[in-house]
């Protein structure tokens, strides 16, 4: 499976937009993208998935490198219950597993 | 939205013992269910992937007679850690996906498991 790189951690002001920048200079075509957040003691919450276009959901937006070697997930108005572990994962298409590398651990500044 | 439930969220049982862990899709059907593995500050590790009415596919290094899944309908998923050691204390969790156009996949709560 392809690599993810994440920056280890993160921090920002509450109310503030968040970009959290991921890596994958090796993804191949049929990779998807996606985005999960884990909170402390909880499973991993599904934030946002893409392939080759942007992507806006409820609770964030997915800017894709029109290479695709790079992706940003952005938090608009970053709350205190935004604080959590930020995975990236590149699914193949097809393949249904899901590896987790380490993640962004953001933290939100009051 | 894709509702996926684990049972009991935290247990501790003795050395030597059996411990089942449920995973049910409350609201949509999951031919394949996959189980993972967290140890305090490292991420999610997957163990296995469970499918329905077939053999689960356990990864490379995942002894696949301590960890017995059980896939015996299309909303539940089992995984049975036996003759359990303080080692496998850990936090599992399970996930499945709902197909479709714009979901991901739903990970339950998580099972915070302590062998004493």
């Known amino acids: 499976d392809a690599k993810t790189t994440q920056p280890n951690s993160m921090e920002s002001n509450e109310e503030e937009p968040v970009h959290l920048p991921c890596n994958h200079s090796?993804?191949?075509?049929?990779?998807?993208i996606h985005w999960y957040r884990q909170l402390p003691s909880q499973g991993p919450e599904y934030v946002i998935h893409?392939?080759?276009s942007n992507v806006n959901n409820r609770m964030a937006s997915l800017a894709i490198a029109e290479d695709r070697k790079s992706s940003t997930l952005i938090l608009h108005r970053a709350t205190l219950r935004d604080a959590a572990v930020y995975y990236c994962?590149?699914?193949?298409?097809?393949?249904?597993?899901?590896?987790f590398g380490t993640g962004t651990r953001l933290t939100i500044i009051p | 939205g894709a509702v996926v439930s684990q049972h009991p969220s935290w247990v501790i049982c003795k050395s030597g013992t059996s411990v089942k862990i449920e995973c049910r899709s409350l609201?949509?059907?999951?031919?394949?269910m996959f189980w993972y593995r967290q140890f305090p500050k490292q991420s999610l590790m997957l163990m296995a992937t469970?499918?329905?009415?077939?053999?689960?596919?356990?990864e490379q290094g995942v002894e696949k007679d301590k960890f017995l899944i059980n896939h015996a309908s299309l909303t539940l998923s089992t995984l049975t850690v036996t003759s359990a050691h303080p080692e496998d204390s850990s936090f599992y969790i399970c996930?499945?996906?709902?197909?479709?156009?714009?979901?991901?996949?739903?990970f339950g709560s998580g099972t915070r498991l302590t062998v004493v």
């Open positions: 996930s499945a996906r709902r197909t479709g156009l714009g979901y991901g996949y739903t």
């Open positions: 609201d949509f059907q999951a031919t394949t």
């Open positions: 893409g392939l080759t």
């Open positions: 090796t993804i191949s075509g049929t990779d998807y």
């Open positions: 469970s499918n329905e009415g077939s053999k689960a596919t356990y």
């Open positions: 994962i590149l699914r193949r298409g097809g393949n249904e597993k899901l590896t």
